[in-house]
T-cell receptor
Framework: SQQGEEDPQALSIQEGENATMNCSYK?????LQWYRQNSGRGLVHLIL?????REKHSGRLRVTLDTSKKSSSLLITASRAADTASYFC????????????FGKGTRLHILP | EAQVTQNPRYLITVTGKKLTVTCSQN?????MSWYRQDPGLGLRQIYY???????DKGDVPEGYKVSRKEKRNFPLILESPSPNQTSLYFC?????????????FGEGSRLTVL
């Protein structure tokens, strides 16, 4: 399976701390995206990073991509209660036209 | 407001009773797709469509059918539902091919097959 793997599966941190989630994938990619899902709701796109990029920022989000290690990380700085959600990476593999593969997600819980 | 709309949001049905989950998007997107989400398995693609009258199988197409007669609509059909199709279903769309940009998701349809 080419399904990406997020790590950790679950993460609990205090409000105000930074949260880091990782995603590993199997083969070469065109790009990698991160999505957020609030409990039982639809996924919401956060950020897309292309294979020739190493880092992208969006507000409190920072995404890095290391193609040599086939991994990406999502950092959420100064976490808030509203950040409690599941986070998924989605990889656009070069050998799988028109399909992206979602990982199983990291469940993030922000403690008050 | 740009959105993907799915109906019904919740449905309980019995084995073998045909059902259709509708999906409509108002963004003039070419690409539409159906996923199912199950605990421990993440999102798995069922079917996708690159444009009108163009559909293709995803990773778990068995037991499902789709059609794309109009650009905005992409219904998911379960001809003879079985309990293993109990799941949370999501429709999604994007402007062009799936991996090239942002996917917009509907709010999900929770289906229970008894």
């Amino acid at each position: 399976s080419q399904q990406g793997e997020e790590d950790p599966q679950a993460l609990s941190i205090q409000e105000g701390e930074n949260a880091t989630m990782n995603c590993s994938y199997k083969t070469s990619i065109n790009n990698l995206q991160w999505y957020r899902q609030n409990s039982g709701r639809g996924l919401v796109h956060l950020i897309l990073i292309r294979s020739n990029e190493r880092e992208k920022h969006s507000g409190r989000l920072r995404v890095t991509l290391d193609t040599s290690k086939k991994s990406s990380s999502l950092l959420i700085t100064a976490s808030r209660a509203a950040d409690t959600a599941s986070y998924f990476c989605a990889t656009d593999y070069t050998n799988r036209d028109d399909k992206i593969i979602f990982g199983k997600g990291t469940r993030l819980h922000i403690l008050p | 407001e740009a959105q993907v709309t799915q109906n019904p949001r919740y449905l309980i049905t019995v084995t073998g009773k045909k059902l259709t989950v509708t999906c409509s998007q108002n963004m003039n997107h070419e690409y539409m797709s159906w996923y199912r989400q199950d605990p421990g398995l993440g999102l798995r693609q069922i079917y996708y469509s690159m444009n009108v009258e163009v559909t293709d199988k995803g990773d778990v197409p068995e037991g499902y059918k789709v059609s794309r007669k109009e650009k905005r609509n992409f219904p998911l059909i379960l001809e003879s539902p079985s309990p293993n199709q109990t799941s949370l279903y999501f429709c999604a769309s994007s402007l062009f091919r799936q991996g090239s940009g942002e996917l917009f998701f509907g709010e999900g349809s929770r289906l229970t097959v008894l």
